[in-house]
């Protein structure tokens, strides 16, 4: 995809998240996110089926990889791992949370959630992964200088 057109869906993503964001809202789905989004590229719904499926799926995608940067903190950790991120967290804590909740309809689907309204079980769920991805990072450090050290030896 050309990179001005990538910058244009996630300037539409941005502007449909940031004020859910500043709203407060409890939980930010990402399929609520792409569609509010395919419905701006195209309100009138012109594309055909195929077209707006792809659209719809790689949409989808996007807005989870967008909210993984904002709030999922093994991503956050990859990202600051990688040089990407000058800080790993800045206050600690964040604002929101990926967890999976159950949908009306009776389906799990992976949301964001505030902080504030996770379950305690949500919240260990969250602990242990982060502290997984934590100790994986310490491996992979260790073995690194390892590897370096027995190089120049």
Request: glycine share 4%; hydrophobic share 40%; aromatic share 6%.
């Amino acid at each position: 995809m050309n990179d001005s057109l990538a910058g244009v869906v996630e300037q539409r993503i941005r502007e449909v998240v940031l004020p859910l964001e500043e709203s407060g809202v409890v939980i930010i789905e990402p399929n609520f996110i792409a569609n509010s989004v395919m419905q701006s590229i195209d309100p009138a719904k012109d594309s055909p089926e195929l077209v707006a499926y792809c659209a719809t799926m790689d949409l989808r995608l996007r807005c989870r990889k967008f909210l993984a940067r904002r709030h999922d903190p093994i991503e956050k950790a990859k990202a600051y791992a990688a040089m990407e991120s000058e800080d790993l967290f800045s206050g600690m804590l964040q604002d929101y949370y990926p967890a999976r909740r159950q949908s009306p309809g009776g389906e799990f689907s992976a949301v964001y959630v505030r902080r504030d309204e996770l379950s305690r079980s949500e919240a260990e769920n969250i602990a242990q992964r982060m502290a997984k991805s934590g100790n994986s990072l310490i491996s992979h450090a260790d073995a690194l200088l390892a590897y370096i050290m027995s190089k120049a030896a």
